[in-house]
């Protein structure tokens, strides 16, 4: 089984301001790590992931995502957030392995940043 | 232009009625996933299939039915057995990595479905 966890609904900054978005897994084995930012009404687009290699990870709009394994964690930080970052952002996990093609999604964290 | 497309992007249903949602991919990906997302909920895994003629049930696949006769097309059909189905379905696909895994999705636009 695999599971992710998004611990806050909604989190508030001020533009300028660093930004994290967390996230917690737990799966069997090694994992597969993605973030993901959807706008209103729109499809999810992908922002990073973390497959092997270097735990701090770099991908879209500035954004990047440190894996943790011991904490089992992959938060999602930027060092300067805009207005436009606002949005709903979903961490999602994979287990690595043959037909590993599940992924899971967790619940979602609202982003606001304020001007 | 590559990408998912999913179509019609506004549905309405009545009780009682099947109806099909289209999802077609032009990225070659060998994987394709349909999902429920409903408000405060995040997105709930219908159905996914890693190859064609395959699929598998996701965590809610109850009232829903897929069919993946052509590597670029997966479509759902929601039936009358679904009891809530008013949501907004999302379609998505993956490549394969070497590990046998898969790579980030690609999400299309969403198909917002109301029964009336």
């Known amino acids: 089984a695999q599971s992710v966890a998004q611990p806050e609904d909604q989190v508030n900054v001020a533009e300028g301001n660093p930004l994290t978005v967390k996230c917690t897994y737990s799966v069997s084995g090694n994992p597969y790590l993605f973030w993901y930012v959807q706008y209103p009404n729109r499809g999810l687009q992908f922002l990073l992931k973390?497959?092997?290699?270097?735990?701090l990870v770099k991908g879209s709009y500035g954004f990047e995502a440190e894996f943790n394994k011991s904490q089992t964690s992959f938060h999602l930080k930027k060092p300067s957030a805009l207005v436009s970052d606002s949005a709903l952002y979903f961490c999602a996990v994979t287990r690595r392995g043959t037909n590993a093609g599940k992924s899971t999604f967790g619940d979602g964290t609202t982003l606001t940043v304020k001007p | 232009d590559g990408g998912i497309t999913q179509s019609p992007k506004y549905l309405f249903r009545k009780e009682g009625q099947n109806v099909t949602l289209s999802c077609e991919q032009n990225?070659?990906?060998?994987?394709m996933y349909w999902y429920r997302q409903d408000p405060g909920q995040g997105l709930r895994l219908i159905y996914y299939?890693?190859?064609?003629?395959?699929?598998q049930k996701g965590d809610i696949a109850e009232g829903y039915s897929v069919s993946r006769e052509k590597k670029e097309s997966f479509p759902l059909t929601v039936t009358s057995a679904q009891k809530n189905p008013t949501a907004f379905y999302l379609c998505a696909s993956s490549s394969s990595l070497t590990s046998g895994s898969y790579n980030e999705q690609f999400f299309g636009p969403g198909t917002r479905l109301t029964v009336l």
């Open positions: 973390y497959i092997t290699g270097d735990n």
């Open positions: 299939s890693q190859i064609v003629n395959d699929f």
């Open positions: 990225l070659n990906h060998d994987a």
